[in-house]
């Protein structure tokens, strides 16, 4: 094995380590008609199942990498739950002072 590709599997591996595995996962879509039992009908009969992919919702966003700020695709379930590090422009409720020099 290349040393090119031992460490591209390396960065890969790091990247699904921090945000998971972003390709959608796949399932079916099932089409039906009739009306349900339980609301006076005959019961529910399946037309028809399609295949689909249930995609993640991403995001490009900047991210704070091993201290150097990087543009990333991110599920925003991992933003909400504040698993990802987000760089500070500035500190809230500061104003930037001009350098003296």
């Known amino acids: 094995m ?4 031992k460490n591209k599997r390396i960065k890969l591996a790091k990247k699904h380590k921090l945000y998971g595995d972003n390709r959608p996962s796949l399932g079916n879509q099932i089409t039906r008609r009739g009306k349900a039992k339980y609301l ?24 704070l990498e091993d201290g150097v700020v990087v543009r990333r695709r991110v599920p925003v379930a991992l933003l ?5 590090e987000k760089p500070v422009v500035r500190e809230p409720f500061t104003i930037d002072e001009p350098q003296k020099s």
């Open 80 to 84: 909400r739950s504040g698993l990802i």
């Open 40 to 63: 006076g009908g005959n019961g529910r009969k399946t037309t028809g199942i399609t295949r689909r992919a249930f995609r993640k919702n991403l995001q490009r966003v900047r991210v």
């Open 2 to 5: 290349s040393t090119l590709k």
